[in-house]
């Protein structure tokens, strides 16, 4: 009864890693027809990469709903599944934002998004949530057809700057349209 036990659990491990590396890369895990494969790769080099030129995302480029697909702070990021989990979300209607995250809104607010020398801020003015009257004043960036969002913590200044790394004191979100 054990082995059986064993098994379907690391099947089901094998299969959420999958799962987990295919969301976040946009890579197949596991390639069956190599020929596939290779199309697919010429497919990927053609679309814009977080290196190329991208112009800077305004606010009519955000409107919509947005996966959370990668997420931390302080340097550090969660595993790859856990945004999978909690369905991690953002809904930008106008210039009004909703969090949700396991089919709970956490906090609501208002989406100021404007240029600031080299950089796209990307400030949200809570209105309700645990950190409702506050701001957070952030930055955004085109990472291929994600969106990179850096976040200064509840009082504290806007990040200076990209990449995120793990000497960042900033909270990190990878978003792709849903």
């Known amino acids: 009864m054990l082995i059986p036990l064993i098994s379907l659990s690391l099947i089901v491990a094998v299969i959420l890693w999958g799962v987990g590396y295919t969301w ?7 390639v069956v027809n190599p020929g596939t494969a290779n199309k697919q790769l010429e497919i990927q080099k053609s679309k814009p990469t977080g290196n ?3 112009k800077t995302p305004t606010l009519a480029d955000l409107q919509g709903e947005w996966s959370i697909v990668s997420f931390g702070q302080n340097g550090g990021k969660a595993p790859f599944f856990i945004p999978w989990i909690v369905k991690a979300r953002m809904v930008i209607d106008g210039d009004r934002y909703i969090k949700i995250m396991g089919g709970k809104t956490i906090e609501s607010g208002v989406l100021v998004i404007s240029r600031d020398g080299d ?4 400030d949200e003015y809570v209105d309700t949530g645990d950190d409702s009257g506050s701001a957070h004043l952030g930055i955004i960036r085109w990472v291929g057809r994600k969106i990179e969002h850096l976040q200064g913590k509840t009082g ?3 990040p200076t700057g990209f ?5 960042s004191t900033c909270g990190y ?3 792709k349209r849903k």
């Open 173 to 175: 979100a990878l978003m």
């Open 24 to 30: 976040i890369t946009g890579k197949p895990f596991i």
């Open 163 to 167: 990449p995120y790394s793990t000497d």
């Open 119 to 122: 950089q796209t801020t990307f």
């Open 156 to 158: 504290e200044d806007r």
């Open 52 to 54: 190329s030129i991208q």
